[in-house]
Every structure is written in structure tokens, then in C-alpha cells.
């Protein structure tokens, strides 16, 4: 049963990648909106339409404080370090058990 095991492996690695790359364009949006990009460029709308749907979701139950302070990037990266802590190491840990 060692194909499952190596395809669960090989999909814990997509995921984690996925979950990263996500987390760094989170932290760009954060870093972009601190100052004023412009809004044509294309690397700044694609991480604006990359962030946005999540960003607007979370900003619908998390009340933005001190001064317009936006917490939502915050709750997203503890979100995707939760999966990519309990999630991706689950299933690593499920693949190593079909392989051995």
C-alpha cells in the first residue's frame, strides 16, 4: 500500500506549498497597504485579486480597531499556520503509515 502513502505524501507537500505561498501574499497585501502602490500595476492587482475574497469575508466579522487598524491578514496567517500545523502534518503523518 505504498502508492496511497506516497500520493497522501505528495498531496501534504501541494498543500503545505499552497498554504505558504498564500500566507506570503497575505503578508504582501499587509506590506502594500502601508503605502500607496499603483493600482495598475499588475503584480499589485493580482495580489489584491489573490487576497481580496478572503480578506472581505474575514473583515465581515472582525471589527477593524484602533484607528483603522485591520486585523484581518492576522487571523488568516493563524489560520493557514493551523492548517499547515495540523493539517499537512496530519496527513504526512497518515502517509508515512501506508508506507511502512
Known amino acids: ?3 496511497p ?3 497522501v505524501l505528495a498531496l501534504a507537500t501541494v498543500i503545505d506549498w499552497g498554504l505558504l505561498m498564500f500566507m506570503w ?3 504582501a497585501r499587509a506590506i502594500l497597504s ?3 502602490p499603483d493600482p495598475y500595476n ?3 492587482r493580482f495580489i489584491y485579486n489573490v487576497t481580496e475574497p478572503v480578506l472581505s469575508r474575514i473583515r465581515t466579522f472582525v471589527p477593524t480597531i484602533f484607528g483603522g487598524l485591520d486585523l484581518a491578514p ?3 496567517i493563524a489560520a493557514v499556520m493551523f492548517l499547515r500545523i495540523f ?3 496530519n496527513m ?3 502517509a508515512q503509515m501506508w508506507i511502512h
Open 92 to 94: 504526512i503523518r497518515i
Open 42 to 44: 499588475p503584480i499589485v
Open 1 to 3: 500500500m505504498f502508492v
Open 5 to 7: 502513502g506516497y500520493f
Open 87 to 89: 493539517l499537512v502534518n
Open 74 to 76: 492576522i487571523y488568516i
Open 25 to 27: 501574499i497575505i503578508i
Open 34 to 36: 502601508w503605502v500607496s
